[in-house]
Nanobody, 124 residues
């Protein structure tokens, strides 16, 4: 089983960019599909992006499509979320999650391992 540690959150002005990283321990990273979720205050946790085990199939929510890019480096056991053209409504705690499956899922209940979360704050 993998463990996930996120980094790269912070405060950025609207229109700016940030890159989140999620490093995984363990030798089975390539067996997992990965997802990025976010949880804003008072709202439920929702999918933002996902990437398949092989790194070739992607999912993006409509709210981030064209602005965010998910990628993974299986040699480094790391998944990334590049966020551009950030908006105040992107402010949330961002979580990476791993699912022992070929493809990512949009449902948080389908992920068995979660990172600790990274705060992203976008000021207007």
């Amino acid at each position: 089983q993998v463990q996930l540690v996120e980094s790269g959150g912070g405060l950025v002005q609207a229109g700016g960019s940030l890159r989140l990283s999620c490093a995984a321990s363990g030798r089975t990273f390539m067996n997992y599909a990965l997802g990025w979720f976010r949880e804003a205050p008072g709202k439920e946790r929702v999918i933002v992006a996902g990437v398949s085990r092989g790194g070739t199939v992607f999912y993006y929510s409509d709210s981030v499509k064209g602005r965010f890019t998910v990628s993974r480096d299986n040699a480094k056991n790391t998944v990334y979320l590049q966020m551009s053209s950030l908006k105040p409504e992107d402010t949330a705690v961002y979580y990476c999650a791993a699912r022992l499956s070929q493809y990512a899922s949009t449902r948080s209940a389908n992920y068995g391992t979660w990172g600790q979360g990274a705060q992203v704050t976008v000021s207007s």
